[in-house]
């Protein structure tokens, strides 16, 4: 998708993914601080602290992705609560988290960590 200026020459494509919006993000962000007249280490060290944490947030999502279909393949339905237990009726269908035994939560969390940590590296 791209949107059209005044000047009908010029286009700015509309970003559609993550790594798109970041790189567009990073331009301006890399322009305004060439451009600057103040001192920028505040504004260059507050985007490296946010790229940072989206970059490892992406990890942390694809770690716990992996260990929920390992504990999913190990134990099956057993991670659930039953349905006829508060827990088990109010598990929410779009969220596979919910409802999960104290059990299988624990041993989720701990797959998570160790994936985790193998992705930091």
Do not use: C
Request: proline letters at 5%; a negative charge.
């Amino acid at each position: 998708m791209t949107i059209e200026t005044k000047k009908e020459e010029e286009t700015y494509k509309i970003p559609e993914t993550k790594e798109e919006a970041l790189k567009i993000i990073d331009d301006v962000i890399t322009r305004e601080v060439n451009w600057a007249y103040d001192p920028t280490d505040d504004i260059e060290e507050a985007w490296a602290i946010l790229q940072e944490h989206l970059r490892q947030g992406g990890k942390n999502s694809l770690a716990k992705k992996i260990a929920f279909q390992i504990l999913l393949k190990d134990w099956g339905d057993l991670i659930y609560e039953p349905p006829y237990t508060d827990e088990g009726q109010n598990r929410d269908p779009k969220n596979p988290y919910s409802g999960l035994t104290l059990d299988a939560e624990n041993r989720l969390n701990e797959l998570h960590d160790i994936i985790a940590s193998v992705l930091k590296q």
